[in-house]
């Protein structure tokens, strides 16, 4: 068999505040969820994205530490149009959580925009520009 991927894991300092951040971006956590030690979620196409308290991992890791510098890799949410990019960015960063790049035309042909979640992950927002 090919490996195929399965599951991003994500780890986190603050569950709540993190499954907060993708709720509002229509990701289906279950209730109750902020206050388990790990929490995986099925996305469309049999994907699953998960994360884990940093004390978990360090359950089964005890030197774990996290990445030093910037985000190596974001995640993409594609959307419906280039009014919701819009949108989206301006509830995330009116509920407090961190734009790194305000929504714009993209000379690729999209509408863009990138957050940070609360772990400093980046999040990219978009959506095919009309025409």
């Not at 994907?47 to 884990?52: F, G, I, S």
């Not at 957050?115 to 999040?123: K, R, S």
């Amino acid at each position: 068999m090919t490996p195929r991927l399965d599951l991003v894991g994500m780890a986190t300092t603050d569950m709540a505040r993190t499954l907060d951040f993708y709720r509002r971006l229509g990701v289906d956590v279950p209730p109750g969820a902020e206050n388990e030690p790990h929490v995986e979620v099925s996305l469309p196409g049999g994907v699953r994205l998960a994360w884990d308290t940093v004390e978990t991992i360090r359950s089964f890791d005890p030197d774990w530490q996290p990445g030093d510098g910037g985000p190596r890799m974001n995640l993409a949410f594609r959307c419906a149009d280039p009014a919701e990019v819009d949108r989206y960015y301006a509830e995330l960063t009116g509920a407090g959580f961190t734009g790194h790049l305000a929504p714009w035309d993209a000379f690729w042909g999209q509408r863009y925009a990138v957050l940070h979640d609360p772990e400093g992950n980046g999040v990219d927002l978009y959506a095919p520009l009309p025409g």
